[in-house]
C-alpha cells in the first residue's frame, strides 16, 4: 500500500481530518486537523510510515486552525 493511502486510513481510523499530498520534491505533505493526542499518534506513525516504506525524516508545523471536513489525498 502506497504512503499517501496508508495515511489516509490512519487518520480516518484516528478521527483526524486534512489531506495528504505528494510534493515536488518527492516529499509528502500532510496538513491534519485534531486533538494533541490524536496528532501525535500520527505523527509517530509518520515516523514509521506503512511497510516497506522509506522515512527520511518528518517535519513539523504548527499552524493555525483549519476547519477541513474529512481526510482526502489530493
Given at each position: 500500500m502506497y504512503y499517501r493511502q496508508s495515511t489516509k486510513e490512519k487518520?480516518?481510523?484516528l478521527g483526524i481530518t486534512g489531506h495528504v499530498?505528494?510534493?515536488r520534491d518527492g516529499s509528502v505533505s500532510i496538513t491534519a486537523t485534531?486533538?494533541?493526542i490524536q496528532l501525535d499518534e500520527l505523527?509517530?506513525?509518520c515516523r514509521r510510515g506503512p511497510a516497506?516504506?522509506?522515512v527520511d525524516?518528518?517535519?513539523v508545523?504548527?499552524?493555525p486552525?483549519?476547519?477541513i471536513g474529512k481526510f482526502s489525498i489530493n
Open positions: 487518520a480516518i481510523a499530498q505528494n510534493e485534531g486533538t494533541d505523527i509517530a506513525w516497506r516504506a522509506m525524516q518528518v517535519h508545523t504548527e499552524r486552525l483549519e476547519e
